[in-house]
């Protein structure tokens, strides 16, 4: 069965420098989370979108933000980056915004900031 | 104090064993209960999900909630090496809200 797929897999920046990552939903999905999990810590929850709408927001700093195309893949853009931001990025996919329970997660960006 | 505690472990256990994994939180409001494997350097895979109280049975996993004692619980029986990952519970207050993670357990079956 497909996937959450996500590009790159693994991403080096300098401080200040912009990323951009990407997130393809499982086909029929139209809901995604964007979740940071620092080194041995839990997925933070950044932001959601439904039908290219943001459904909901969580602890994303203002030098973050992120869309959802027409197609439902979305894409999270990341400026003035830090040292800090270094940390799995995943991108999770659910058929609905009502079915957050049931959300299938991608193999995540490794961003490491030097 | 997290909405969610769990114990980080590790966990130890000889393959062919009962495992318990457990979960307490503080907001009474939750009402969905998801547990996921994560293997290392992978994305959290869904095993389970639960609504309100009760038993959930999918295979060797068993998946409880006590919404009184604000505790759930994830048995997994006659464990094998594979099984050896972090465990995380996450739980949300509707279908529509975000889900709240814990730090997660990490499990590891000794063959």
């Known amino acids: 069965a497909a996937g959450v797929i996500q590009s790159p897999r693994h991403l080096i920046k300098e401080k200040r420098e912009t990323a951009t990552l990407k997130c393809y939903p499982i086909?029929?999905?139209?809901?995604v989370y964007w979740y940071q999990q620092g080194p041995g810590q839990d997925p933070q929850f950044l932001i959601s979108?439904?039908?290219?709408?943001?459904?909901d927001k969580g602890s994303i700093p203002d030098r973050f933000s992120a869309q959802q195309f027409s197609d439902y893949h979305s894409e999270l853009n990341m400026s003035s980056l830090e040292l800090g931001d270094s940390a799995l990025y995943f991108c999770a996919s659910s058929l609905g915004s009502i079915s957050t329970y049931e959300q299938y997660f991608g193999p995540g960006t490794r961003l490491t900031v030097t | 104090q997290k909405e969610v505690e769990q114990d980080p472990g590790p966990l130890s256990v000889p393959e062919g064993a009962i495992v318990s994994l457990n979960c307490t939180y503080s907001?009474?409001?939750?009402?969905?209960f998801m547990w996921y494997r994560q293997y290392s350097r992978k994305g959290p895979e869904l095993l389970m999900y639960t609504y309100s109280s009760g038993n959930k049975e999918d295979g060797r996993f068993t998946a409880q909630v006590d919404k009184s004692s604000k505790y759930i619980s994830l048995f997994i029986r006659d464990s094998q090496p594979s099984d050896s990952a972090t465990y995380l519970c996450a739980m949300s207050v509707s279908s529509a809200s975000k889900i709240i993670f814990g730090s997660g357990t990490r499990l590891s079956i000794r063959p």
């Open positions: 907001n009474s409001a939750f009402q969905y």
């Open positions: 086909p029929r999905h139209d809901t």
């Open positions: 979108f439904y039908e290219k709408m943001q459904s």
